[in-house]
């Protein structure tokens, strides 16, 4: 019986290290690695990435990660898109994300998913520029522009400072916008689920509100429009 029952272990062993070698998992250490990319207009990233924005009078990218997280992380222009993502089945151990050092003439989208963080290293200026998050994606961005649309889902976090004539946003789930040191003249805001928005407004604000979401704004908007269900709120800050 204990002769059987050792066998049943073995073959559970056996089967728990075929399913670790079937994933592969790093641990990262940090090395750096230009790569050689064409003029793009849009981003695009997917997975667990810290980037890094730099805007200036050329594009760039430079990866920081282990030398073996390093050979798995895809870097490619499509059309006028910078596309980064790590290959199927890659794990990290640890806090440490790859880091992309993105530098960038003038872009119009970023497209996050995943456990993106996503921040600048100076202060940018866009005319129009739609970002995108989904799952655990988190934006830090100081910028100016005429128009900023913003969509999130699941648990993203946008944080901004800066301003810009128009801002929309969208926001579903768990998601968070801190805008308090954003300047807008217009803002639009489509909210549901438990989402939390805080933005500064100084013309006209319109909120379209529902679940359980929580609206605050600052900044004496001329104009005021909500139409609020369930137990969503909105309040002067």
Do not use: W
């Amino acid at each position: 019986m204990k002769t059987i029952t050792a066998k049943k272990n073995l073959a559970l062993q056996v089967i728990m290290l075929i399913v670790l070698l079937m994933t592969i998992t790093l641990t990262v250490k940090a090395e750096k690695q230009d790569r050689k990319v064409g003029n793009f207009t849009k981003i695009e990233v997917s997975g667990a990435f810290n980037v890094i924005l730099t805007q200036g009078n050329s594009a760039s990218l430079s990866l920081e990660a282990s030398e073996e997280l390093l050979e798995r992380v895809i870097s490619e222009v499509k059309g006028d898109k910078l596309i980064l993502r790590l290959e199927n089945n890659t794990r990290i151990i640890g806090t440490e994300s790859p880091t992309a050092y993105v530098s960038f003439i003038n872009i119009d989208e970023i497209d996050l998913s995943g456990a993106v963080k996503i921040s600048g290293t100076n202060p940018m200026k866009f005319k129009h520029l739609l970002i995108d998050g989904s799952g655990a994606t988190k934006v830090d961005l100081n910028l100016s522009a005429i128009k900023l649309k913003c969509n999130a889902s699941g648990s993203s976090k946008i944080i901004l400072k800066g301003d810009a004539e128009e801002f929309e946003a969208e926001l579903s789930g768990a998601t968070k916008i801190d805008a308090e040191d954003f300047k807008t003249t217009n803002c639009t805001l489509d909210c549901s689920g438990a989402s939390n928005s805080k933005v500064y407004v100084t013309g006209s604000l319109k909120v379209d509100g529902s679940g359980a979401c929580n609206i605050t704004y600052t900044g004496n908007p001329q104009q005021v429009d909500s139409d609020m269900s369930g137990a969503s709120k909105i309040r002067k800050g």
